[in-house]
Nanobody, 116 residues
């Protein structure tokens, strides 16, 4: 059973930085996209960044120029570097892996709070 475990969330002041990690236990075959989503209180879950296999990375307009998605295949880990954080970035962040062969995988989420 493959599991995705996020880490790296926390409380940070506006303008600060955090790096989220998403470690996969086990191998996932047929991956075509690895993503970060977020869900703020009272709002729907929304995509933040996508790293497609063989394709370009895509970012939500609200995070362009501030967030960077990356992956380390040797470590089975997905990252989200978040800089210049704003209070409106406060949310639970989820990593997601999409596979042609076995569908969707989700992590349990990690809380990011941006507040002074």
């Amino acid at each position: 059973q493959v599991q995705l475990v996020e880490s790296g969330g926390g409380l940070v002041q506006p303008g600060g930085s955090l790096r989220l990690s998403c470690a996969a236990s086990g191998s996932i075959f047929g991956i075509y996209a690895m993503n970060w989503y977020r869900q703020a209180p009272g709002k729907q879950r929304e995509p933040v960044a996508t790293a497609s296999s063989g394709g370009p990375t895509v970012y939500a307009d609200s995070v362009k120029g501030r967030f960077t998605i990356s992956r380390d295949d040797a470590k089975n880990t997905l990252y989200l570097q978040m800089n210049s954080l704003k209070p409106e970035d406060t949310a639970v962040y989820y990593c997601n892996v999409k596979s042609y062969t076995s569908g969707d995988y989700w992590g349990q989420g990690t809380q990011v709070t941006v507040s002074s």
